[in-house]
């Protein structure tokens, strides 16, 4: 039973386990967090669900104690015994991936919850976002820059080429704050927790890769207006193909509008 193991402080003071500060880790060991991330997941019973960089096990034992099924990634060879002890009180519930998760094969389609290692939490979203995994949902934990880049509005200092792509494919919105103390070792930083839904009306891989063009292309010199960081995919024509201003600069262009340019790139 999950209710006989031990508190996880002592489970990594019993193994002699610290963070490593190359893989970005900070543990988050309160279960009552991990239960509400779980929460906010919405994991149900029975369910398949993939987790990235479990570290001790915190989050995965809330998990588990939904009843769901988790397939959990790991690249630190260090905590396979303990997840392997966590899997023992949950017969037949969790599954350890001891590989990196930018290259493992994930089962399609099952959400993903992690408290994602911050060296990595940005390149692991992107690749969900566009690639063929296609999650039922992600609730992911981010620092509190990057989760507020990825729900950023028009106009902001924080909307950006991440927010563009989260927010085309995906409906993004930050669901929990938690300060550094909650983390051993505490981070510098704050984090947050950002759940994303994919959107109803995804666009077509083929209009993702002009996004993603686009983006890059607009962003990459964001203080510039669109008809001259654009000048190589249309510029000013694009532009005002689609009804946008070309003097604009690309923080100010709200996502429909890039998806609308996206869609007319080829035209043009």
Not at 58 to 86: I, M, N, Q, S
Not at 160 to 166: E, M, N, T
Not at 203 to 225: N, Y
Request: aromatic share 4%.
């Amino acid at each position: 039973m999950l209710d006989d193991l031990p508190p996880l402080r002592e489970t990594l003071a019993a193994a002699g386990i610290s963070a490593k500060k190359s893989f970005g880790q900070h543990f988050l060991l309160d279960l009552n967090i991990t239960r509400k991330i779980a929460r906010l997941a919405g994991v149900s019973a029975g369910e398949t669900v993939i987790e990235v960089g479990p570290g001790p096990g915190g989050l995965t034992r809330a998990l588990l104690e939904t009843g769901a099924h988790v397939v959990a990634v790991e690249k630190d060879p260090r905590f396979v015994p303990l997840l392997e002890d966590l899997g023992a009180h949950a017969p037949g519930q969790l599954r350890i991936l001891n590989e990196d998760a930018l290259t493992a094969a994930l089962p399609p389609g099952a959400p993903i919850v992690a408290n994602l290692p911050y060296n990595v939490g940005t390149p692991l979203l992107i690749g969900w976002l566009i690639g063929a995994l296609r999650p039922g949902s992600m609730t992911l934990m981010f620092q509190k820059e990057v989760a507020d880049r990825i729900v950023a509005a028009p106009g902001s200092k924080d909307y950006g080429r991440l927010s563009v792509l989260a927010q085309a494919i995906c409906d993004a919105r930050i669901v929990m704050d938690l300060p550094a103390r909650a983390f051993t070792p505490p981070p510098k930083v704050a984090s947050a927790v950002v759940h994303l839904t994919p959107r109803l009306d995804r666009p077509s891989d083929e209009i993702v890769e002009r996004l993603q063009r686009l983006t890059a292309a607009a962003f990459g010199q964001r203080r510039k207006m669109l008809r001259s960081s654009l000048k190589p995919l249309g510029g000013e024509a694009l532009c005002t193909a689609v009804g946008i201003e070309p003097t604009l600069r690309a923080e100010d262009v709200p996502v429909a509008k890039f998806l609308a340019m996206a869609a007319a790139l080829n035209a043009t």
